[in-house]
Structure formats: structure tokens, C-alpha cells
């Protein structure tokens, strides 16, 4: 309230009784427009709920267009110890045998017993490995053996050799081991010392006849045999393609006892089967969406927001439409939902025949891709379907656009209903004080007359 008055001159509370008037006032265009917003934002979000259910609908039935969703592969191994597997799309279906006849294995070299009290003096090693090399010099000062071993392991050219000490009953043995497998993988090392330098003791080169370090392990590619007939060798336990589209991880050695290990490349069905159920939940939740917001009860006569709205019955309508409609181009053996085991209840709900469904996945899993991808495909209808009331100029969204409108107008309505009230009880508070005023010096008037008339 802007203003206020006092009531001094007529006694009356001129303030509750401009409140009253203002109430009064206010009280018919003030419900129009509460009743009319509460209408607009109800609308607004039930709209927005059938929109929501509908473009789940529309994200689930996008994968069934992607290039990938029919050419996913399922892969086992029977002895997933010795081989795992894994297969992208271009791989073919088929069964595989693998005979794992060699592991791929890195160099590792081991020195003689070595004294690790002494310091081994100057000099230069050049460490190799897979073509790559790394040269450390070494200082008289700083030459013990955790020297060496720190030098190696922290150089920042280190092509990939580790190295530490061992202990035994001839003294401390450096050991190399090369952090590569393959067979041409070899470590060599070089040094640049006195002949008499206890550094000599790290010379090795595969190719010298002598060496003063011993390779306790020599550096191996892995070998399989598939389906007993092609030999692949690779230079780590992973082969990349031996198998078009496969690759097969090692790490354990077949033995005649065991037999080679099958491995099972197939579509997978269980992946297409998972995106049609969700697809299913998701007609379902739309379904009971516009059950509960266009429901009406006779008994209290009150109705959900989309009672008898057109948008609710026509997405309704063609999307059981599209359920029965035959695909054209499509196989003989899938051509409409109900040929995949998927069928409408009476209540309207889609529902599953799991029997006839696996039996088409197992027998017709090709078809499926004629069925619901390409431009004319089920997929393909549902989701224009679906955009022709949820996108930019759908009819969902023009809804949703004039009642926008509508809010905005209201509040409008709102603002100006609100500077008319207080015009009002301004231009009433200023009348209610003049006349209070006014009474207030008749009051004074009066009583001066009254003390002059003698007593």
C-alpha cells in the first residue's frame, strides 16, 4: 500500500475499508486470470510429458538406422584363459579353430655377479632396442651400481628397457628386460670404457659370438594356428586381423591334451532383441501417457488436461497405424510387426511373443535390417511420425507456442490488473483523506461554537 490514512477526524478505519474496496475489486479479474495461467501452465506440461515420452520413442527407433545396429557381432571362446576375442562389424560369421603354438615373449638379459660396494669408474653405454637407442654417460663420481640402474630407468630416450639388481650368493646380477615382445626385438648394449673397467661386464649384442651378460630369456613372437591350416605370427599376443574384422588376444599355450581353443563369431541377436524391448517400454510408457492425461471419470466428471484433444488422438491413431501397415521392399518373412512376435493388446499396449520373436532373430536376422533401416523402413516411418508433431514445426510445438503466447499475455494481463489496483487505492486513499479531513475541522469548528455558548 502506498499510501495511508489515520481516521482521527471521522473515527472509521479508513484503511481496512479501502483494503475492502480494493479486495472487491480486484477479486473477479484476479481469479480470470490465476484460473486462465493455472489452465496454460497444465496444458503446457502435459504437452511437454507427451512430447518427452515421444522422443524416447524416436531416440530408440534411430539406432535401428545406424549402419552398425544389424552388423554387430556376439563372440565366444571356449577357453577364454587362452584366447579372448573380439569382432567389429566387417567381421564374417563363422566358427574358428585356434591353436596357440607360441606366446609372444621380450629380451631379458642378466649380468654376472657384480660388486656393488665399488664404484664402476667412467665411461659411456649405448643401450638399443627395436631401432631406437639411448647413450648414457657416466661420471667417476657418481658410478655405483644404483647409478647405472637409475641412469637407465629415468633416461628420457629409454626405448623401453628396464633394469634392476637381483641378489644372489655371487653378488648383485643387473638385470635388462625389454618392455617390447617380438622376435627381432633384441636389447644390445655397447660400452665405451677402459678395457679393464668393470663396465665391460655389461657388454651384449646378439649377433657377437661372446657377450659378458647372459639372455636368460629370448625374444619370441607369438604363433597360432587357425582351423590347423594358416600360420599367422605376430610380434605380441595381440592379432589384429589374422581374422578379418577379429582380434584375438593370447596368453596361454594350447597343448595337444586340451586341443585348440573354438572360438564362435555371430550376429548379435541379443543386443537387437534388447533395443526392440526398450522400444516396446517406450510405446507403453507413451500409451499410458496419454491414457492419464486425456482419461475422463463420469462419476466426478473431472478429466485429465488433454481430455478430447485432437493432438492425442491423431499421434495415437497413426502410430497404431504404422504397428499393422505392411513395409513395402521389405522380406516376405518380416514385413510388419506382428510377423516379429510384436502385437497390440486390447487394451492398446504392444506386447511380446518371446518364442516367435527368437525364432525370427534366429532364422530371419538379415531380414531385419530390410524391415526397420533404410529410407521406407518401419524405423524411418515411426520417427517422421513422430517429428511431424514433436519438431520445430510440429503440432506439438505450435501448441506449445501459442500457449507460451498465451502466458506471456496473462502476465501482461497481470501486471496491468496490478497498476490499475494501486491507482485505485491511491485516488481512494486521497478521497477517504480529504473527507476525513473535512470532518475532522467541522469537529473542531463544532467544538469551538459549544465553548462559547455560556453554561
Known sequence: MGLSATGLGSGMNINSMVNKIIDAERAPKQERIMSRMNDVETHISAYGRLKDSLDTMQDLMSNFRRKNTFTARNTTSDNSEAVSVFADHQAVTGVYSIDIRQLAQPHKLVSGGLDSDNDFGA???????DGHSMTIDIDEDSSSLLDIVRAINNHPSNPGVTTSVINDDTGARLILGSGKTGADNYISVAV???????????????????NAMNEIQ????????????????????LFADAIQ??????????????????????????AVKALLEHFIEAYNIFYQTTKLLSKYDPESQQGGPLVGDSIVRSVTSQMRNLFSTPIDGASDSIRTLSELGISTTTEGRLKINHSLLDKQLLSNFLALEGFFGGHDGFAKKVEDTIHSFTGVTGTIRNRESSLNNQRVRLRDEQDTLNRRMTDIENRTLKQF??????????QSQFSAMTNMIPG
Do not use: C, W
Not at 665411461?123 to 632396442?129: P, Q
Open 123 to 129: 665411461g659411456r653405454l649405448v643401450i638399443r632396442l
Open 192 to 210: 665405451n670404457a677402459a678395457l679393464t673397467s668393470p663396465l665391460q661386464n655389461l657388454v651384449y649384442n646378439h649377433l657377437n659370438d661372446f
Open 433 to 442: 483523506s480529504t473527507m476525513d479531513n473535512a470532518m475532522a475541522e467541522m
Open 218 to 237: 629370448a625374444p619370441k613372437d607369438a604363433r597360432i594356428l587357425i582351423d590347423g591350416l594358416a600360420s599367422v605370427s605376430n610380434d605380441t599376443n
Open 245 to 270: 574384422g577379429v582380434s584375438l588376444n593370447v596368453s596361454q599355450v594350447t597343448t595337444s591334451k586340451d586341443g585348440p581353443v573354438t572360438i564362435v563369431i555371430d550376429e548379435d541377436r541379443e
